[in-house]
């Protein structure tokens, strides 16, 4: 009985087992044989869902793009959509990027060159879409300033030669990347408006621009764009333009000369003084009109036509005002030094003074047209045949501006026999410019 039930209860165990690994090995079966289809329909989900990344993690992922798949050294800067670009100007953009610097000059104190790791903009070139850019100042350096950023793609600076694009730069490849229709299929329209207020004039300044472009099916597509910006800058300068060393006679610390002084015994203190002290006030007003059309037409898949027309017009009114004074080492009074033999305090009797005004006018025209025709008859062969037309113009017309007024320095010039200095000073008959006064009864501060 003990024995029969022994052997009935581990037989009863083995068939257990049995069951328990017939189980677990069907489970398995089943897990290897619906993992395949867990994989395909996964797979299935991916490609029917598309991601597009945009905003700022699609302008870095498209700069690492350009960067990985570029043979040389590039840095990219790229839009993070229509009309947005990091800055208003393509200069100020650039000196974000590693080895790039920039040089700003004008009233407004605006970004016009850069520097690509020490080489200015003569030995830097710079292109519109592959293409050189005209300009009229004679020289081979940009001014970005007249390069409008609102409707700019991107901007790629090859700092490595790369003959696909330019072989007469020494310091980089500066390649600035315009919208075309393909860029975007469909209809897209984009407006940027902005107004600057100066604390000064209290006018609002306004830039407003408006893009346009739309493709139809996969063929033909068409962009346009025009920006128009306005900005005026009124600024107040005091200015010293040099100083000058000069031996003064000991006489000079006090408010008043003998004749007997002006000895060269006498002439000992060593010291600078400003040679002019002026003030000016110049207002500029700037204007810029930039506009592009561009038309892409692709009749074949191998075959893409693009023809596009690239205009810019900039003009620059200038008025300005200024009063200066001029200083003679003669003739200073009551002169105060530093231990370093600086003037730093000083009267002159009868001051000379400069009254100047002046109004201009610059306007630079550039147009650019150029027909792209990019064809891949076969594989692994691709043609791109790419001609352009550009020509940058100051002052068409010679309708340029530059009348300057100065009513220079003197005294009392009306009466040749009189002092040369219209003063309260006493000048011994028949003085000079460099003749000494014998006394002063009053004098001006300046």
């Not at 002052?395 to 010039?413: A, F, K, L, Q, S």
């Amino acid at each position: 009985m003990n024995k029969g039930y022994r052997t009935d209860s581990i037989q009863r165990a083995r068939g257990a087992r049995l069951v328990k690994l017939a189980l677990t090995g069907s489970i398995l079966a089943l897990a290897v044989s619906s993992a395949p289809a867990f994989a395909q329909a996964a797979d299935e989900d991916e490609a029917s869902s598309e991601i597009v990344v945009t905003g700022i993690r699609g302008s870095l992922q498209r700069n690492l793009d350009a960067k990985r798949e570029a043979s040389g050294v590039v840095d990219s800067i790229s839009a993070e959509d229509i009309g947005k670009f990091p800055d208003s100007n393509v200069a100020s953009a650039l000196q974000r990027l590693p080895g790039v610097s920039i040089q700003r000059s004008g009233s407004r104190g605006d970004a016009t060159g850069v520097t690509v790791r020490g080489f200015g903009g003569d030995f830097n070139d710079t292109l519109y879409d592959g293409r050189h850019i005209s300009t009229a100042t004679g020289g081979r350096g940009i001014d970005f300033s007249t390069i409008g950023a609102d409707f700019v793609g991107g901007v790629n600076v090859y700092k490595t030669p790369d003959v696909s694009l330019s072989t007469s730069a020494i310091g980089a490849t500066i390649d600035v990347r315009l919208p075309k229709p393909f860029d975007r299929e469909g209809f897209h329209l984009a407006a940027v408006g902005s107004g600057s207020v100066q604390s000064r004039s209290g006018k609002v300044e306004p830039t407003a621009g408006v893009q346009v472009s739309n493709t139809f099916g996969d063929t033909f597509g068409v962009l346009a764009n025009v920006i128009y910006s306005r900005r005026t800058t009124e600024a107040n300068q005091v200015f010293i333009p040099g100083w000058v060393g000069n031996y003064f006679y000991q006489c000079q610390v006090n408010a008043a000369c003998n004749t007997a002084d002006f000895t060269d015994s006498q002439k000992t203190l060593l010291g600078w003084f400003p040679q002019q002290q002026g003030i000016n006030q110049v207002t500029t007003k700037d204007q810029r009109l930039d506009a592009r059309i561009a038309v892409q037409w692709r009749p074949t898949d191998t075959l893409q036509i693009t023809l596009d027309d690239n205009y810019t017009r900039q003009q620059i009114n200038t008025e300005s005002y200024g009063y200066g004074a001029w200083f003679n080492g003669n003739d200073l009074r009551n002169v105060k030094r530093d231990s370093n033999g600086t003037v730093i305090d000083f009267n002159q009797f009868g001051t000379p003074m400069d009254f100047n005004a002046g109004f201009g006018r610059t306007i630079t025209r550039t147009n650019q047209v150029g027909l792209n025709i990019a064809w891949e008859p076969v594989e692994n062969l691709k043609v791109d045949l790419d001609g352009f037309i550009g020509k940058s113009v100051m002052n068409p017309g010679r309708n340029g501006i530059g009348d300057n007024m100065d009513i220079g320095y003197g005294g009392t010039n009306g009466d040749p026999a009189g002092p040369f200095l219209s003063t309260g000073c006493t000048y011994p008959t028949g003085a000079t410019a460099s003749t000494p006064p014998t006394s002063c009864s009053r004098y001006s501060t300046v």
